[in-house]
């Protein structure tokens, strides 16, 4: 899979690229990724890439001709490598929320996508309109500039990617896998087995798999239900709490 990403930043990518899981996986060629600074896309000799916003209003608006030839020279190396062109994606808080089924399907389509990361007060709507196929973001928060939420992105898809993770389980036991039925995950414990005068709940420690696995279970619907309650109602509609689940849920509320 690859990722192309259009920013003023390119150091920035480090981060996903050489560390971690996401920074082994890219060393073994399961991903790469090709960075394009808009400002290498200039032809003045301030290498200008924003002006002053028609209509007035604070800050700057990122010009749109060095964001296009930004783009298409990302799309030309794609074709040049023998790739189809890529989605662009606009990452904006005005875009269509990311999140973990977005993340699988950037993962499943092994085409990756070309990641156009604004600064400034934005980018001029032309070049939106005559490049960009979709906006995605993060949240309702308002970032310094798309480097982040497209960082977070990227990392949340790869960590997908068949032989990222060591351990196959892990990527099926996240919060939000359908293996958990879109229930929040269940705490985590390791050595030492007593820690600040705490134990590690007793199940845990049992041997019993059935019984951790219940003992799971029954955190995830703790959790869930006080945290995100909205995720209890959606697994329920979905049909994916059993009546043991249910069980528990009702004992729960009886206790408030
Ligand atoms: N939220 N989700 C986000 C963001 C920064 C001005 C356009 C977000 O994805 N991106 O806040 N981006 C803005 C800054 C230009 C991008």
Redesign the pocket.
Known sequence: MRFDAVTLFPEMFGLVRDQGVTGRAHGQGIWAMKVWNPRDFTHDAHRTVDDRPYGGGPGMV?LAAPLEAAVDAAQADRVAQGMAQAPVV????T?QR?GQREAENLAATRQGAIFI???????DQRFIDRRVTQE???????????E???LAMIDAAVRLLPGVLNDDASAVQDSFNPALDGLLDSPHYTRPEIYGGESVPEPLLSGHHARIARWRREQSLRLTAQRRPDLIEQARAAGRLSKEDERFLAALQAQQ
């Open positions: 990122m606009l990452l904006s808080p875009g990311y990361c604004g600064r400034y007060e934005g980018v995605w973001s993060l949240g309702d928060f308002v970032l310094s500039g798309g982040i939420a497209a």
